[in-house]
């Protein structure tokens, strides 16, 4: 009596027969598929294919292949280098990008339901565990690893994250080991540029928006506002482009303007982008939540149908009156 059913032979020969770099295909997903549809196919396939419940004698080949898929297809660098060069991102000389660094020793089996009691995985059978860290918890895990995180900007502004050793030059080889000349100095020149862009792609138009935006400073000048009236701010204005209304002291608004029209087009304008920026900070969060809520309802072997439905109908207030501004 064979010790693998015939749906596991067959997922095994299906991951072993696609080329390796095929991440997408591996995992059987499009190149548009979210993060969300990434991590559920992955966990699907993992069931299938994990040397502890698959018995093939290739599971474990074709598992290492199914985790090499996902570790960079979930890694944000990692898949933005991969769409734009089709390679392997860690074969191009350049340091790895996960965000931990622990090996299986270091994780929890209580936190890995693939992981044998002692906390091992089956001998003879090792690789990189970042990415069951990353998925399932332990060090590193829910992406909230070994990270920078920059942040630009006053309300509103803009924080973004990248994974220690992101952009790190390639260590330089010793003297005597040019044997490549000008063409291996030119591939490490292509190295730190490849792993660099991404990185700069986000960030200089982040800089030049605070640069020449409306800073935390900007808004620290202007008079006290609300959306909504009250005893204190009753002046009613509106912002130009999107009409929206808003409420200031008079006095303070006296003040700051001296009745000069250019200071209440500034005021005017300055307050929409706080208003845009509030909204689309807000949209983001909620958009988090609601993938969070969707990804959660996926369990291990059946689907929560009560909490998916329940995610997928929560309201995005936020995005909502983006949609409604035509700003998404």
């Not at 698959?54 to 280098?81: I, Y």
């Not at 191009?92 to 299986?104: C, D, L």
């Not at 020449?212 to 900007?218: L, M, V």
């Not at 009745?259 to 300055?270: C, F, M, P, T, V």
Request: hydrophobic residues 30%.
């Amino acid at each position: 009596m064979a010790e693998f059913t015939a749906d596991q032979k067959e997922v095994v020969e299906r991951i072993l027969r696609i080329d390796r770099t095929d991440y997408y295909k591996i995992l059987d997903v499009d190149k548009t598929s979210s993060d969300v549809e990434i991590k559920k196919s992955y966990r699907k396939l993992a069931i299938k294919l994990h040397p502890d419940k698959n018995k093939h004698p290739q599971s474990a080949e074709a598992f290492k292949k199914l985790a090499k898929a996902f570790e960079v297809l979930s890694d944000s660098g990692k898949r933005s280098v991969y769409d734009q060069t089709g390679a392997d991102p860690d074969s191009r000389g350049g340091p790895s990008m996960s965000s931990s660094g622990a090996g299986f020793g270091g994780a929890n089996p209580r936190m890995n339901p693939f992981m044998n009691m002692n906390g091992g995985m089956p001998q003879g059978f090792m690789f990189d565990d970042d990415i069951l860290n990353m998925f399932f918890g332990g060090p590193g895990g829910g992406f909230g690893g070994n990270t920078f995180t920059f942040h630009f900007g006053g309300p509103g502004g803009a924080t973004f994250q990248a994974p220690r050793g992101f952009g790190q030059r390639p260590q330089r080889p010793r003297p005597g080991t040019r044997a490549g000349g000008q063409r291996g100095e030119d591939n490490k020149l292509w190295d730190i540029i490849s792993q660099l862009g991404p990185l700069l792609v986000v960030l200089i138009p982040v800089i030049l928006g605070t640069l020449f935006g409306d800073s935390s400073s900007n808004y620290s000048k202007l008079p006290k506002f609300a959306f909504e009236t009250s005893p204190g701010f009753s002046a009613e204005r509106l912002t130009p482009t999107h009409k929206i209304p808003y409420y200031v002291n008079p006095a303070s608004l006296e003040a700051y303007s001296g009745g000069s029209e250019r200071k209440l087009r500034n005021l005017d304008q300055s307050v929409e982008n706080y208003y845009i920026n509030d909204l689309r900070n807000k949209c983001q969060r909620e958009e988090a939540y609601r993938d969070r809520m969707i990804e959660d309802s996926y369990g291990w072997f059946f689907v929560d149908k009560d909490k998916l439905e329940l995610a997928q109908q929560l309201e995005l207030k936020s995005c909502n009156r983006l949609r409604d501004l035509n700003l998404i």
